[in-house]
């Protein structure tokens, strides 16, 4: 074997794929299990339902079997959302934590209860097609008979091993005579592959009230965990309105909170009002104004987004022209400013979209949040639970303040576009930049662009800023370097990576083309769009 390295050093393109049915997702074996489903004439969720489960099992890196999951789907009719997250346990420690000051993201305490597999069973039973046994059989086959690590998903894997090494769960599912694979090496998850198993024969119910459910509570209790029976027998996604802002003749939808689709739309409505929506993103003014607009959507994000139970205002009274009027007022045209708009958190993430032949899209977004997540592994199983219990602050009476049997703050946020056409609303693109808090800025980024006539893939492909704290902002290494200058005179402080990697996000887009669709795969990303 030659020594390769798989670093690139050079520009690469890619063209976007064109098709009657599309899937779209960040690793290939993953999107080929989604079109295996449109082949045998299944639907966008169907495809969407084998590709989340095939990604559990290959990009282990960033979600897996005990993830939360949020979805948009377009039915050929209207648009809906399902948000999948789960609850802190009911006997979550809340009290020790706020004491603390902080909640720690490895072990038991940030875990809360997992919300993917609900996702799914919910999800397919509304509008799936084929048996939902068959959506689990690619994930089963590359779980059991093995799957080559792809370079991305390979390096953050062994990344994760000085955090994470010190777990026996985790050691044993996920390294190898003490090692992470390489790229291109065969990995066999049997474990996670029974468990898929399991559910296929006994469905959702097994995870939540049956044998899986009593793996969960009974290593929870061993270990000294919160996470209990009654809190998996307790759990149901919910079914949302999806929130929505207008700006030009097409309209973005979002997930309301407690995701945080929230702080793209403030983003976007502020260059509404500026008149900036326009505005050539690769100029200097337009990126000064939408970095501005975003630092805001942010501010505005981490103080209202919350569980839906707990949060000051609706989304609908929050984005009120006159809100965001006044909002937008703040910007100064000449000048970068600090709003206070926090510290962007870390998080690692999957999506997904997918999209067929009878005019169905799905954008489908599941995440363990940093990475592997907590680092628990729950023995024989192959689950790895998430910490999204990181996503709560511990500021008192603040919405989103950690509490026993509430749902944080999420990161993750499956986006949609739509127009309005002859007779109603028409779809226009399902898409999404996964990344924690990478996520509604690469949102905006990608979108500005495609309403200005980008295809998916050349939006995807462009170089992204991400706003950090105060006047920081990141940029990638291929930013034009008078328009860094340009930027710096505004005021902003600008940091340029040394490389293009997923921590400026990484998206995937389907775009109606054609009477077609249009998909595109982010180069930051293993991924690709496969189509038929």
């Not at 997702?25 to 079109?35: D, V």
């Not at 169907?46 to 960033?62: G, K, Y």
């Not at 008149?275 to 939408?290: F, I, R």
């Not at 219990?389 to 944080?408: E, I, L, Q």
Request: aromatic share 8%; hydrophobic share 40%.
């Amino acid at each position: 074997m030659l020594p390769t390295t798989f670093d690139h050093p050079y520009p690469s393109r890619r063209e976007p794929v064109f098709g009657d049915s599309v899937v779209a997702t960040s690793q290939p074996l993953a999107a080929q299990a989604g079109l295996e489903m449109l082949a045998e004439g299944g639907n966008s969720i169907d495809a969407a339902i084998a590709t989340a489960a095939a990604l559990t099992v290959t990009e282990p890196t960033s979600n897996g079997l005990g993830s939360d999951a949020f979805c948009l789907h377009w039915d050929a009719h209207r648009l809906h959302g399902f948000n999948g997250s789960g609850r802190s346990p009911a006997a979550f420690d809340a009290e020790r934590i706020l004491a603390r000051g902080q909640i720690d993201p490895v072990g038991w305490e940030p875990v809360t209860t997992p919300g993917a597999i609900d996702a799914w069973f919910t999800l397919y039973e509304r509008f799936g097609t084929l048996p939902m046994a068959r959506l689990l059989e690619p994930a089963i086959r590359l779980a059991q008979d093995g799957f080559r690590v792809a370079p991305q998903t390979a390096y953050y894997w062994a990344r994760s091993a000085a955090r994470f090494g010190h777990l026996s769960g985790w050691n044993t599912t996920f390294t190898r005579d003490g090692r992470t694979p390489r790229p291109g090496e065969q990995v066999q998850l049997p474990e996670h592959a029974l468990t898929l198993k399991t559910l296929a024969r006994d469905g959702r119910d097994a995870f939540y009230r049956g044998e899986l459910a009593e793996r969960l509570h009974d290593h929870s209790v061993r270990e000294g965990g919160a996470l209990r029976a009654e809190d998996l027998a307790n759990h149901s996604g919910m079914w949302v309105d999806p929130i929505a802002l207008t700006c030009g003749d097409l309209t973005f939808h979002q997930i309301p909170p407690n995701g945080q689709g929230i702080a793209m739309l403030f983003a976007l409505g502020i260059l509404r009002e500026l008149d900036a929506w326009g505005m050539d993103p690769d100029g200097v003014e337009g990126a000064h104004l939408a970095i501005e607009a975003m630092k805001l959507g942010f501010r505005e994000a981490h103080r209202m987004v919350a569980d839906p139970e707990h949060v000051p205002e609706t989304p609908e009274e929050a984005l009120q022209d006159e809100r965001i009027h006044a909002i937008a007022m703040e910007v100064d045209l000449e000048q970068a400013q600090d709003f206070d708009h926090g510290v962007p958190k870390p998080g690692g993430t999957v999506l997904m979209c997918a999209a067929d032949a009878r005019g169905r899209a799905t954008s489908f977004i599941q995440s363990n949040y940093m990475g592997f997540g907590s680092g628990i592994v729950v023995p024989g199983t192959g689950i790895a639970l998430q910490n999204r219990g990181c996503g709560f602050v511990c500021v008192p009476d603040h919405p989103n303040v950690a509490a026993p049997s509430k749902r944080p703050y999420h990161t993750i946020i499956p986006g949609f576009v739509t127009r309005a056409g002859s007779s109603g609303p028409e779809p226009v693109m399902a898409f999404g930049v996964m990344g924690g808090m990478m996520q509604p800025q690469g949102q905006l980024q990608v979108g500005l662009r495609v309403m200005q006539g980008a295809s998916p893939q050349t939006a995807l492909d462009a170089p992204r800023w991400r706003v950090e704290e105060g006047l920081l902002v990141a940029v990638e290494p291929q930013c034009d370097d008078a328009w860094v200058a340009g930027l710096e005179a505004l005021g902003h402080r600008i940091a340029r990576a040394d490389k293009s990697t997923v921590s400026f996000g990484g998206g995937q887009a389907i775009l109606r083309h054609e009477g077609g669709w249009c998909g595109g795969s982010d180069p930051r990303r293993d991924g690709q769009a496969v189509a038929r």
